[in-house]
């Protein structure tokens, strides 16, 4: 597709944008099934990465799961769920097979065709789960339809947080409630080594994300285990119980809240389309994060064979995995594409990329076709004020500049920010609804939040002095950083 075709299509749809730290390779398959349904492109400036959606396409496939899903309260995970996990232990199957050995015994050709194995795979599995994306920009627009809809528009936030939250723990919930059983152990003089091994080897993918894989170590868990010790045994039961009990408190919560709120049949089961779209997608994230384990192998395996280096071969989309002698000559090709590189996929799955300054223009001309208005507005996540210095947060170099106090600003708040979630005065992302990781992190930790702004990594620069008024979602600025 050549450039004036691209950017024919780029001023013909509205665009819902999506990233973070990213390497492409990792992400590729998974673009790729969306790329199938809702058209888009992917830019990426070094691991910074800026992934955007036709939203018209996004309506259209969320609107039919609604409809089958308010027909059938149980379409969702009789129809979607089970099959991706059936999708998800054929995957697994085949991924067991990958360690150094193993990879290496295979002939060229052998590699490169066990190699589209697992693209085919993975591209079946995260073409059943898409409804995930397509429900990130119309979460919220539908949500406050059906409650005008059905005169319940005055409910308060908090209280469709709660009705649309998650029904199970989060994984760092799951792994916190570990972690202090251990310790309880620990203070009673029990011998906790076992524990931490079984601890690490189910949350050792905590330190892992779409830049790059990290595997946490026993030593690290130990280390934070034991830190945890030093608290007093009554405050250790305590806050175990509370993540003990977090589930049935929270069922407690909304069974009394819907009875006060007197919810008709057709908001409960939106709600609870809401609340299983969150718990599968932190499902989907455990598995999406443990899946880049092995491909990360796979990268070892084909940067020994071509003499690339793995910071190269992270550039390729995984369909570009061919030919051994093709991926080699990539090299000139590849080192462009680390600055600054623009992908697109057609429906038939065709590859275009610019590099350098294609595609910097190209980028420019999404991003300017998102900005609207100077006025900075979002969705309210968690309400409040707040007043500060904006941090742009991107990854996890970023971290080391965020001060207690900043307003935090980044494409999606991630797991692994919740050191500095919890330093920031106000966030405000570019993505989200109401069950995004931002909103769900934000309540928890009552800080005033506005998300899916979309252009607030655009318009918003470090250093800007903001107002945030997560009452409203607006975020003035009050004087440009210089």
């Known amino acids: 597709m050549t450039k004036r075709q691209i950017i024919k299509k780029i001023k013909s749809a509205d665009w819902y944008r999506q990233g973070g730290a990213i390497v492409p390779y990792f992400p590729s398959i998974p673009y790729r099934a969306a790329f199938y349904y809702f058209d888009g492109f992917n830019f990426y400036k070094g691991q910074n990465n800026y992934g955007y959606f036709d939203k018209s396409k996004q309506k259209k496939f969320f609107l039919q799961l609604l409809k089958k899903q308010l027909n059938n309260k149980l379409y969702l995970n009789q129809k979607l769920i089970t099959a991706w996990r059936k999708l998800k232990k054929q995957k697994d199957e085949l991924l067991k097979k990958i360690n150094p050995q193993y990879l290496a015994t295979l002939a060229d050709k052998e590699l490169l065709r066990f ?37 319940k528009d005055n409910i308060k936030p908090e209280h469709l947080a709660l009705l649309c939250g998650p029904e199970k723990p989060r994984h760092l919930q799951r792994e916190k409630l570990s972690e202090i059983k251990i310790a309880i152990k620990i203070k009673q003089k029990k011998n906790s080594e076992k524990d931490i091994a079984k601890h690490q080897k189910e949350y050792d993918w905590l330190g892992t994300n779409w830049a790059g894989v990290k595997l946490l170590s026993f030593d690290y868990f130990k280390k934070q285990i034991n830190q945890t010790a030093k608290k007093s045994m009554n405050i250790l039961i305590k806050e175990k119980n509370k993540l003990l009990f977090w589930q049935r408190k929270r069922q407690k919560q909304i069974k009394t809240l819907q009875k006060k709120l007197k919810l008709p049949t057709e908001l409960k089961i939106l709600f609870g389309l809401f609340s299983t779209l969150s718990d599968w997608r932190e499902e989907r994230k455990k598995d999406a994060m443990t899946t880049l384990v092995p491909l990360d192998k796979i990268i070892d395996e084909f940067s020994r064979r071509t003499k690339l280096s793995k910071k190269l071969l992270f550039f390729l989309d995984g369909k570009e995995f061919t030919d051994i002698k093709s991926i080699e000559k990539q090299k000139n090709e590849l080192q462009k594409r680390t600055k600054a590189c623009f992908y697109f996929v057609t429906k038939k799955g065709k590859l275009t990329a610019f590099t350098d300054k294609k595609a910097v223009s190209l980028h420019r001309l999404l991003e300017n076709s998102l900005i609207h208005s100077k006025t900075l507005t979002g969705s309210v996540a968690y309400k409040g004020t707040a007043k500060g210095r904006i941090k742009i947060v991107i990854s996890k170099e970023d971290f080391k500049k965020v001060r207690q106090g900043d307003i935090l600003v980044t494409q999606m708040t991630r797991p692994e920010f919740m050191p500095i979630l919890r330093k920031a005065a106000a966030i405000i992302t570019d993505e989200g609804g109401i069950t995004c990781h931002a909103a769900i992190i934000s309540r928890e930790l009552k800080i005033p939040c506005v998300i899916g702004t979309q252009i607030a990594t655009k318009l918003l620069k470090d250093g800007d002095l903001v107002e945030v008024d997560a009452n409203r979602g607006i975020v003035k600025i009050i004087k440009k950083w210089t």
């Open 115 to 151: 190699h589209n194995q697992i693209n085919q795979a993975l591209f079946k599995l995260w073409e059943r789960s898409i409804c995930l994306e397509a429900s990130d920009p119309w979460s919220d627009i539908v949500l406050r339809k059906y409650l005008k809809l059905h005169g």
